[in-house]
């Protein structure tokens, strides 16, 4: 974020900082063998205030604007463990943002409350195994019957799998409909009929991914976030912030690595002097945080768009595409400037170079991107 921040800024960067030092960084590698974040800190991060930043004082959030979340994800990026991060985001930004925006006060008393309290845990269940940036190829199906929803289908790539008490599912409720066929549902995670098995990933090992599967399970229709047939156009509207969280969290987190790098340059001797006077590394270093510091400037604008209330897809579009190919760049020169170290799993560059590599692919992958930046161009 820029530097002319209120002091009211500061002193919540203070407060996640101090969190994030004490609570998260001296744990991450503990995080990265249990293959999840403890859940037992969401209730810390809930009495800091940390889990409804922009949402209604009413249901327990903070009511700020969207640079308090920059600032957030700005400091708990640069807690060395790419997965904890992704578990938090998507918790606050991701399973939430419906839910608060346009799901009935018996909702949001109910799910709401105790997830910005930090008492319950969400997740966004969207992905399927033949529908990924293509969310209008979903085929899990919730058929209406009485007062409940019957719901069938699995969704897959589902962080927080293992330890969400809720999701925020995507399902079609009128295959007939097109866009307007598509509901979202607050699914509890022990309704009978739901079962996850959990997925091994090469990255990103502080949070729990499965594939989740729905057999026969009912939920009432009153758990329908908004209308019925209108969770497409919802969930488009989440899928903003998402992108601008990974942005903002991405970058914050390649530039400390980038700071590791240019330290353990400095200290490491090579041929009798340190690496950081060789010409290569001093190019490298220089070109890669010229490359940052643009990421992070195209970032900022779309988040002082969004602290305005305008409309920033465009730019967020183009963010996420430019940032996951700089940071993707960062990670792989800073792993080169490491060596062999580079290549441990103990290396905060080697963890990146597989860590980076899913801002590309998640949200939207790059390709996606690129066909919907085109046509929002007219070209």
């Not at 940032?323 to 290549?343: S, T």
């Given at each position: 974020m820029a530097n002319d921040l209120s002091p009211e800024h500061e002193i919540f960067r203070n407060t996640v900082r101090k969190f994030v030092e004490t609570e998260i960084a001296p744990r991450a590698r503990e995080f990265d063998k249990m293959g999840r974040f403890d859940k037992s800190l969401y209730r810390k991060m809930g009495e800091l205030g940390m889990l409804g930043l922009r949402y209604d004082p009413k249901w327990g959030g903070s009511g700020l604007d969207w640079s308090f979340t920059a600032v957030m994800f700005e400091e708990?990026?640069?807690?060395?463990?790419?997965?904890?991060?992704?578990?938090?985001?998507?918790?606050?930004?991701?399973?939430?943002?419906?839910?608060?925006?346009?799901?009935?006060?018996?909702?949001?008393q109910k799910y709401l409350v105790p997830s910005i309290a930090g008492e319950m845990l969400g997740a966004i269940a969207v992905t399927e195994p033949d529908a990924g940036s293509d969310v209008a190829g979903i085929k899990t199906r919730a058929v209406r019957d009485g007062d409940d929803w019957v719901i069938n289908g699995s969704k897959i790539y589902i962080t927080n799998a293992a330890t969400a008490d809720w999701l925020c599912l995507l399902a079609v409720t009128d295959p007939e409909a097109g866009y307007g066929g598509f509901s979202q549902i607050i699914v509890p995670t022990n309704t009978p009929g739901f079962t996850y098995q959990l997925l091994d990933k090469i990255g990103n090992w502080g949070s729990d991914t499965g594939q989740l599967f729905f057999e026969d399970m009912r939920v009432p229709i009153s758990n329908t976030i908004g209308e019925v047939g209108r969770g497409f156009q919802q969930q488009m509207m989440q899928f903003q912030?998402?992108?601008?969280?990974?942005?903002?969290?991405?970058?914050?987190?390649?530039?400390?690595?980038?700071?590791?790098?240019?330290?353990?340059?400095?200290?490491?001797?090579?041929?009798?002097?340190?690496?950081?006077?060789?010409?290569?590394?001093?190019?490298?270093?220089?070109?890669?945080?010229?490359?940052?510091?643009?990421?992070?400037?195209?970032?900022?604008?779309?988040?002082?768009?969004?602290?305005?209330?305008?409309?920033?897809?465009?730019?967020?579009?183009?963010?996420?595409?430019?940032?996951?190919?700089?940071?993707?760049?960062?990670?792989?020169?800073?792993?080169?400037?490491?060596?062999?170290?580079?290549?441990?799993?103990?290396?905060?560059?080697?963890?990146?170079?597989?860590?980076?590599?899913?801002?590309?692919?998640?949200?939207?992958?790059?390709?996606?991107?690129?066909?919907?930046?085109?046509?929002?161009?007219?070209?």
């Open positions: 708990v990026a640069r807690c060395d463990n790419a997965g904890v991060t992704m578990g938090i985001s998507v918790h606050t930004d991701m399973a939430t943002p419906s839910l608060h925006e346009f799901g009935s006060d018996e909702l949001r912030d998402e992108r601008l969280i990974g942005c903002v969290s991405s970058v914050a987190g390649s530039t400390a690595l980038w700071e590791k790098t240019k330290q353990y340059c400095q200290e490491r001797v090579l041929f009798g002097k340190p690496l950081s006077k060789m010409q290569v590394t001093q190019f490298k270093l220089a070109e890669l945080l010229t490359e940052l510091t643009a990421a992070r400037a195209l970032t900022n604008l779309c988040v002082t768009k969004r602290v305005a209330g305008l409309d920033a897809t465009l730019e967020i579009t183009m963010a996420k595409i430019f940032v996951g190919r700089v940071v993707r760049k960062v990670a792989d020169e800073c792993i080169q400037l490491h060596g062999g170290f580079g290549y441990m799993k103990e290396s905060a560059a080697g963890r990146a170079y597989v860590d980076t590599r899913l801002i590309s692919i998640g949200g939207g992958s790059d390709e996606t991107m690129i066909h919907y930046l085109a046509k929002m161009l007219g070209i």
